[in-house]
């Protein structure tokens, strides 16, 4: 084993409070995204409504071809939409990845730490609380 | 009082002799199948610490493990299941979750859902393993870093008694929820189901006094019998039986010090028959 250095309560304190920034950013840009899909969904659904609404009323060629525009477009901008909100998941869970590796290493060590610097049992608590508020796999 | 710790040793006993006993067309009391459609009834719980072999037993019991070629897994959420187990007298229905071991909001979440609420279990499966823990994160697992051990069995031997101290602590911590008034009210049985035992098969008896109190004093018996003074907290049945659900050899990390598996495979069926048995008379 490549053992290196032991850890130390500092470390451990440095690496939460930076995984805490990254699950905080990264709940938030979620939320965002699925804000944005429900939105680009329900716009798409709007948009296609009112197309069948001009092609019912304006049953004619430029009727038509109005809301076939509109339906195309609709549906064209749903795509590209949902392919960035799936391109922003992805890399949500590239930063989470990264994070949980980093949780986990706190998990499996801060116990010898804790014995090591005869932390208070109050402050163990605190850790494994703030350990436990992270994820077992990026999701 | 002391008599049930006498009868768990009787009982760890006759699951070690069943090994020498067993005959390939010996079989189990009990059948575990799958329930994809109907209700489950009787909720069962499967608890432990990360890697020490929950999963693996559960899939053991549903025979979904086949001894050969058994990939470990690290299961990032809880697990439920729905069992169908039949015996001769018994057929029930029973609806198993296996709580993750990782502090983590999916085993806040599922600890929540079993034992502070009305689903409180009937029964629950808690797994040791002597402190032969699969280490998920492999070489890098944080522990093993700090404990940076030689790759000899006295290194080996640091690394599991740390986890066994890790264990005891993880015990105790159930030990906190089977005081839950839901969980007392409902609670009818308790095994202790020590996985991997392949693994230590050359020294049962200390695994066996480590586990069950009556003769050396250890930490997991002070855990025990502070459940059973008191408050008692303890469920009227509780069983610590012997279990390997697929042997084979040990290894922390790669380079490490490897612990082989001293049972075959119709050993181990021997053991989870006799786990077949033990669940059939608690149910």
């Known amino acids: 084993m490549s053992g290196g250095p032991r850890a130390t309560g500092a470390e451990i304190e440095r690496a939460l409070a930076e995984a805490e920034a990254v699950l905080a950013e990264t709940t938030r840009r979620r939320t965002r995204l699925s804000v944005a899909a429900s939105l680009l969904c329900l716009g798409t659904a709007v948009v296609l409504l009112a197309a069948v609404a001009i092609a019912v009323r304006l049953p004619h060629a430029a009727g038509i071809a109005i809301a076939l525009l509109a339906a195309g477009g609709a549906l064209a901008g749903l795509s590209t939409g949902l392919r960035r909100v799936a391109a922003g998941r992805r890399e949500i869970r590239e930063r989470e990845r990264a994070m949980v590796t980093a949780v986990n290493y706190v998990r499996e060590v801060y116990p010898l730490v804790a014995a090591r610097e005869s932390w208070t049992g109050p402050d163990r608590e605190a850790v494994r609380a703030r350990v436990a508020r992270f994820p077992i796999a990026a999701r | 009082m002391g008599s049930l710790w006498d009868e768990a040793r009787d009982t760890w006993d006759r699951a070690v002799s069943s090994v020498d006993q067993h005959r390939d067309w010996s079989r189990p009391s009990l059948r575990a199948r799958r329930l994809w459609l109907r209700r489950a009834n009787v909720p069962i719980v499967v608890t432990g610490r990360p890697g ?7 899939e053991a019991l549903t025979d979904r493990v086949s001894g050969l070629g058994y990939t470990t897994r690290v299961s990032a959420d809880w697990e439920r299941h729905r069992v169908l187990l039949r015996g001769e007298a018994t057929s029930v229905r029973a609806a198993f979750l296996v709580v993750p071991g990782q502090d983590s909001p999916e085993r806040t ?6 034992f502070k609420n009305r689903a409180a279990p ?3 499966i808690h797994v040791v393993c ?3 823990n699969e280490l998920w994160s492999g070489p890098a697992d944080g522990a093993l870093r700090d404990l940076d051990p030689a790759p000899t069995r ?3 031997e640091r690394v599991r008694r740390y986890l066994l101290d890790l264990e005891v602590q993880d015990f105790a911590e159930l030990g906190q929820l089977l005081r839950e008034p839901a969980v007392r009210r409902r609670l009818r049985w308790l095994i202790i189901a020590v996985a991997k035992i392949d693994l230590v098969w050359d020294e049962l008896g200390e695994v066996r006094d480590h586990y069950i109190p009556g003769g050396v004093s250890s930490p997991f018996h002070r855990v025990l019998d502070g459940l059973r003074s008191g408050e008692r907290s303890l469920p009227p049945r509780i069983a610590i039986v012997p279990f390997s659900g697929h042997p ?9 010090y490897r612990t082989p598996s001293r049972l075959d495979g119709n050993q181990a ?3 989870r028959d006799n786990f077949y048995d033990v669940l059939g008379r608690m149910l």
Not at chain 2, 52 to 58: Q, V
Not at chain 2, 109 to 114: E, F, G, L, M
Not at chain 2, 248 to 256: D, I, M, N, S, V
């Open chain 2, 109 to 114: 979440r599922s600890v929540a859902r079993t």
């Open chain 2, 52 to 58: 020490a072999g929950k999963t693996a037993l559960f």
């Open chain 2, 154 to 156: 006295e290194g080996n």
């Open chain 2, 130 to 132: 002597s402190g032969f």
């Open chain 2, 122 to 124: 009937v029964g629950v």
């Open chain 2, 248 to 256: 084979e050899a040990h290894q922390y990390a790669p380079g490490l």
């Open chain 2, 269 to 271: 069926t021997a053991l």
